[in-house]
């Protein structure tokens, strides 16, 4: 009834379910993705029947730090989101760094406790949105832009794990291998063509640069209209980076993370035309004014899962417009949630101006029922039904679940299979 008050839903219960997806043999900076990615699905179930949805990594120590916070929400507002930051830091207390990856920056305790934020706070904006009716996007400041346009992540790839990485049976996906121009221009005509993508977004560190810088050539004789992107995460040293970006001049919206860290990554900027991007040398908000004073980047990107959600992506957004900084959006490989929620907080921060990464395309299993986020034009349109307009499929939830039992994969390591295929394989930072 009129002027009747809401009731504001208080968590019950947390339950973190980790899954395992098929991920192909993707090559990048630290070797090749495993034959398993793991996530974990978050349910927040609250006193009012509303369970809100969330997605985070599902490496151990991942899952261990969402499993120490939740207890301490019991009884917790889903509003109050000062509130969850608070006792998800104090039951962190003194956790360990945790890094998923190198290729997101070096780990910190401050990075752990955002990764956890992060992933109950989307959980607590779909239940927000389910007990008012409102959108994940109207509940950020509404959308200034109702379809988020996203890039095809081009990647080297071989056409199957090596030997010994996957169980037998396992089931090669129909990519092929792409190890040279052609492959990877086949591989971004096939991404054209199917989701209708406009910024072409190579992952590179993987092969000589100046292999990689003629895979961007050739990427633009093919495509002579879309808006190219390279990123070698970090595996170039300053010099590398300073011989190569002249030749990507005019080529390139931007060049993301030739080299590692702010000092190195300022240097190149000296000399290069080219702006540069990172979701390496600022991943957090203490690296924020090194960048600033070193003028080393001219783009950041945004990731909900580690800079501590919705709330802290935009915080960051009202930096980058301080500073001048353009915004994108870095992705891992994610689920249907992950995506809703990507496409939410693109929706709603004006200055998020490039299209947003994300690994879709080389995802073959999902944990959402099919409907909600439908392709077009490169970009997917903002899920209509409140929160943010996904439906847990639980009978994917079991499936996935029981695929990450029997896996045996328990942490993201790009190493293993690279060394299976080369035994004399080291990881080398910068390797060119
Ligand atoms: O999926 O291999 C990958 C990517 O390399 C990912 O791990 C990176 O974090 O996409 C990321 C990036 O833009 O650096
Ligand atoms: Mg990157």
Redesign the pocket.
């Known amino acids: 009834p009129k002027g009747k008050p809401l009731r504001t839903p208080k968590v019950t219960d947390i339950v973190v379910t980790p899954v395992a997806v098929l991920d192909p043999p ?1 090559l ?1 900076a630290s070797g090749v ?1 495993q034959p398993y990615q793991l996530r974990a699905v978050i349910e927040l179930h609250t006193d009012t029947g509303i369970t809100g949805l969330g997605e985070a990594y599902g490496d151990d120590p991942t899952l261990a730090n969402l499993r120490a916070a939740a207890p301490a929400l019991v009884g917790l507002s889903v509003f109050d989101l000062n509130g969850l930051a608070t006792r998800v830091a104090e039951a962190l207390g003194a956790v360990d760094a945790v890094g998923m ?1 190198d ?2 920056g070096a780990a910190s305790r401050e990075k752990s406790v955002a990764q956890t934020v992060g992933a109950l706070e989307v959980a607590c904006y779909d239940a927000q949105g389910k007990a008012t009716g409102l959108r994940v996007c109207d509940l950020l400041g509404g959308a200034v832009r109702e379809a988020v346009p996203f890039s095809a ?1 081009l ?1 080297y790839r071989w056409a199957h794990h090596p030997e010994g990485a996957a169980p037998e049976g396992y089931p090669a996906d129909d990519w092929g291998a792409a190890l040279d121009p052609e492959g990877i221009v086949a591989q971004a005509r096939r991404m054209v063509d199917t989701y209708g993508f406009r910024s072409l977004k190579l ?1 590179g560190g993987v092969f000589e640069p100046e292999a990689e810088a003629e895979a961007i050539e050739a990427l633009r004789a093919a495509f002579p209209d879309h808006p190219l992107r390279l ?1 070698p ?1 970090a595996n170039w040293s300053v010099e590398t980076s300073k011989r190569i970006a002249p030749r990507l001049e005019g080529l390139l919206e931007y060049l ?2 030739p080299t590692g860290g702010n000092p190195g990554m300022a240097e190149v900027a000296r000399a290069t035309s080219l702006p540069l991007a990172t ?2 040398c600022v991943t957090s908000f203490a690296e924020i004014p090194e960048a600033a004073a070193l003028d080393s980047v001219k783009i950041v ?1 945004t990731d909900h899962h580690y800079w501590g959600g919705f709330r802290a992506s935009m915080r960051l957004a009202g930096i980058c417009e301080t500073f001048g900084w353009g915004l994108s959006m ?4 994610h689920l249907g949630i992950s995506l809703a929620a990507m496409t939410h907080l693109a929706a709603a921060v004006p200055g998020l101006t490039y299209a947003c ?1 994300t ?1 879709s395309p080389w995802q073959r299993e999902e944990v959402v029922r099919p409907g909600a986020l439908v392709w077009s034009e490169g970009s997917l349109a903002v899920p209509q039904q409140p929160g943010l307009g996904v439906e847990l499929d639980r009978d994917a939830l079991e499936r996935l679940h029981k695929q990450y039992l029997d896996c045996g994969v328990r942490s993201r390591d ?1 190493r293993v299979g690279m060394v299976l295929a080369d035994p004399a394989w080291e990881r080398r930072t910068p390797r060119f």
Do not use: A, G, P, Q
Request: aromatic content about 8%.
């Open positions: 993707l990048n993705h990856t290729l997101i992540y990647f992952k990123d995460n993301e993370d979701n390496m990107l870095h992705s891992n490989t990464d690994h790009d």
